[in-house]
């Protein structure tokens, strides 16, 4: 279950490379605001994940139809951020309130389908089939917080560590995360 958890949080996604992103662009500091909702977001959906297991299961395929193509759809557009952030010059408070801000980062883990898909996966396989104690569940999703915020800082010290080298190729950075974004849609809707 661990490994698992590891694998899903450290991997790239819509979360971490906004992270990079973000990090990159405003230092670790400027990723505070997206990185606190996105891990409010995700601790919300671990445990509704995980209470409502037995539940979502029968729900899911009219769910993820609609969850998928909004996801992709988000993805899309922050992808067109990203894109578009690397012809621009500013890098100021403004420009940071604009993207790092509490609800980009709610949205980002509302529609974030590699999360939902982890949290109903890590439930359905390796808690639920063994025990429905409320306890462990809260237990399992405060672990997976744990490791998503550990996740998301270092994608985001990564960013910032590569603030320098980034800004003098931001236009290329910019396309490539937006490129990056774009495959994420494309494959979650696939």
Do not use: D, H
């Amino acid at each position: 279950m661990f490994i698992y958890m590891l694998i899903m949080m450290f991997t790239p996604g819509p979360n971490n490379l906004t992270m990079l992103f973000l990090g990159a662009r405003y230092g670790i500091k400027g990723t505070r605001k997206f990185l606190i909702a996105s891990a409010a977001c995700l601790l919300i959906k671990s445990l509704l994940c995980g209470l409502l297991n037995l539940g979502l299961a029968e729900l899911m395929p009219v769910i993820i139809g609609y969850m998928k193509w909004a996801g992709a759809a988000y993805m899309l557009y922050l992808g067109i951020v990203m894109a578009r952030s690397g012809w621009k010059e500013e890098t100021s408070l403004a420009g940071q309130q604009e993207e790092s801000t509490y609800l980009s980062g709610v949205l980002l883990q509302l529609l974030n389908m590699k999360s939902w898909i982890a949290c109903i996966s890590l439930f359905a396989v390796y808690v639920i089939p063994f025990t429905k104690s409320v306890f462990t569940i809260t237990w399992v999703s405060a672990l997976f917080l744990g490791i998503m915020i550990v996740a998301s800082l270092c994608w985001g010290l990564f960013g910032s560590a590569m603030r320098k080298f980034i800004n003098r190729y931001k236009k290329p950075f910019g396309i490539v995360m937006g490129l990056s974004l774009l495959y994420c849609a494309v494959t979650a809707v696939l």
